[in-house]
């Protein structure tokens, strides 16, 4: 094993230290061929292998209940039955396998008892392990305490769900910008990555130590003793920050002078719930409701109802829940089109939802019917047009009264607005005035303000969320939300930025949403601010021009702050 250094964009901070996992990724789908030409007597010994490799494996984890749930799944009639009446009808194993495993999500997904639902994970986490051996690349099973470094080409949005740090020390990962899907869950996981090294799967060996260095995009493979010992040096750092961050989860989030800040944590499902009230976030800033669509179709009503339920129960304080947002960066490939030439500005969020009436009712009704579960805030991304919003208006009316029109009788929620476009921020007084909040998305409104795309790591240099315009854009939004006198907040990572934080506070903001893993930072800032000279520093950012001395500037306050 040989030294070396690579280097990549660094996508979600931090460090971890661990031996390395080469993961290569597999598409979950079947083959295509025609069935009648496997030989079923060798599928079913393959089956039967891949089964025995997967139980051994399984025995191995720590993860007690899960493990013991999928090695049931293993022999389970419908599951194993189903393979196997496949096989002798003439599918290979491996398309069996798929063709099993959808079924099963799909029936066990419609399931009203919470525990047949699961079934349809246990299913699923299976059929992908299974598919995987049966073409001979392994699956890493997840320890608590005998953490790894992911080596990946790509990673699914599927596995990135099922990633913990405790067991994933750091992902390398040869595509997949700062905002693609599994970098959301790594940076809300406090999972450090380092992405863009194109060559990862061949540079590093399975097995050897690794140094991933989320912070400056650095990856050091069988790294020598001198930087081993400098790395486990900030690892330590790291971990005595987050503790003694941990220790302010409880105070309320105002400023030195009493303005109140309401302090959330965006989420992808119901498992980041708890992680956001544990770091001391009040509530749900963003649930970005797209991650539950990942599978091979979209959840039914019923589950769309039973996840937002359980979501609004966990949550003690607001939840707002972002209908789908897909496509541009965002693929999920039964809803999304392929090949656009330009899919950022393409048919994308709000303008697919609109499109597709019947899928868009659908999650609105589900929303609806789970709204008396607790305090929930509806909101529409991607807003670029006046016409949108009437409609938005038009089809939340519809869904509620079709709701009431089924005999159940809806709670209240509000609605709102997210802009991440310019055309919304230039002309948020209007947008507002028939919606109840407003939140700025700024990894988006960064991107379409300054034409550089976020997932192209060739154009990092012109996507930078400090630019001048992009701060105007932000105070001019709250400007807005100001005299309409409705709550402003924001949910894109310049939420989580403790830079960025005191021209938020500055500019009047009412809720902010992190990720879990820096709300602690986010809170220590707000605490040690004074919001009248939060204030005079907004308005000195608001006249520079430069990038750069913006930059410059909101770092140095921040050194005063914390000094
Ligand atoms: C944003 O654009 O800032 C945002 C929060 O949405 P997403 O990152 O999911 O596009
Ligand atoms: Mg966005």
Not at 170 to 185: D, K, L, N, Q, Y
Not at 435 to 442: E, K, Q, V
């Amino acid at each position: 094993m040989t030294r070396v250094t690579l280097h990549g964009l660094p996508v979600s901070s931090g460090i971890g230290i661990a031996p390395a996992f080469l993961f290569r990724s597999l598409p979950f789908q079947l083959s295509g061929d025609a069935p009648g030409r496997a030989d079923p007597g060798n599928e079913k010994a393959l089956i039967e292998q891949a089964c025995a490799n997967i139980k051994a494996e399984l025995a191995d984890a720590e993860e007690g209940a899960v493990a013991g749930c999928m090695t049931s799944m293993l022999t389970d009639h419908l599951f194993h039955g189903g393979v196997i009446d496949r096989i002798d009808a003439g599918m290979t194993a491996a398309d069996a396998v798929v063709q099993t495993t959808n079924d099963l999500i799909a029936i066990y997904g419609e399931a009203a008892d919470p525990v047949l639902r699961n079934r349809a994970d246990y299913a699923e986490a299976v059929g992908r392990r299974l598919f995987r051996r049966l073409h001979g690349l392994p699956t890493p099973v997840f320890k608590t305490g005998s953490a790894m470094i992911l080596v990946t080409d790509e990673m699914s949005p599927f596995e990135a769900t099922r990633l913990h740090a405790g067991s994933v020390a750091g992902i390398v990962s040869e595509r997949g910008g700062a905002t693609s899907h599994f970098a959301i869950i790594a940076k809300q996981r406090g999972i450090p990555v380092v992405s863009g090294i194109q060559n990862a799967l061949q540079a590093i060996v399975h097995g050897e130590c690794c140094i991933c260095d989320g912070t400056n995009g650095e990856v050091h493979a069988s790294p020598g003793e001198a930087m081993l010992v400098s790395a486990r040096t900030r690892l330590a750092e790291v971990i005595r920050e987050r503790e003694a961050l941990a220790a302010l989860s409880g105070p309320r989030t105002v400023t030195r002078d009493g303005r109140s800040i309401q302090l959330w944590g965006n989420i992808a499902g119901p498992a980041d719930v708890q992680p956001v009230l544990d770091a001391g976030g009040t509530g749900v800033g963003m649930f970005r409701t797209e991650f539950i669509f990942m599978g091979d179709e979209a959840p039914s009503e019923d589950r769309q109802t039973a996840v937002y339920s359980d979501i609004l129960r966990r949550t003690p304080g607001p939840v707002i829940m972002r209908t789908v947002e897909a496509g541009g960066d965002k693929s999920i490939p039964y809803l999304t089109v392929d090949h656009e030439e330009n899919p950022n500005l393409g048919w994308q969020g709000l303008r697919m939802c609109l499109d597709m009436e019947a899928f868009f009712l659908t999650q609105l009704r589900a929303m609806v019917r789970a709204s008396p579960e607790g305090e929930l805030w509806i909101m529409f991304p991607f807003v670029s047009a006046l016409w949108e919003l009437r409609r938005c208006r038009e089809l939340i009316t519809k869904a509620h009264e079709e709701v009431e029109a089924r005999g159940v009788r809806p709670g209240n929620y509000k609605v709102g607005i997210m802009v991440e476009v310019p055309s919304a921020a230039l002309l948020a007084d209007e947008y507002l005035r028939d919606f109840d909040f407003c939140s700025i998305g700024t990894n988006d409104l960064t991107q379409f303000t300054l034409a550089a795309d976020r997932m192209n790591p060739k154009v990092a240099r012109w996507y930078d969320s400090y630019h001048p315009a992009v701060v105007r854009l932000i105070a001019m939004t709250a400007r807005a939300a100001h005299k309409a006198r409705k709550p402003i907040g924001m949910a894109g990572d310049m939420a989580s930025d403790v830079f960025f934080i005191p021209v938020l506070v500055g500019l009047g903001f009412d809720f902010l949403s992190a990720t879990a893993p820096r709300i602690g930072a986010v809170k220590k800032t707000i605490l040690s601010l004074d919001s009248r000279r939060a204030q005079e520093l907004a308005g000195t950012v608001l006249t520079m021009h430069d990038t750069e001395e913006i930059r410059t500037l909101l770092k140095k306050k921040h050194e005063e702050l914390s000094a």
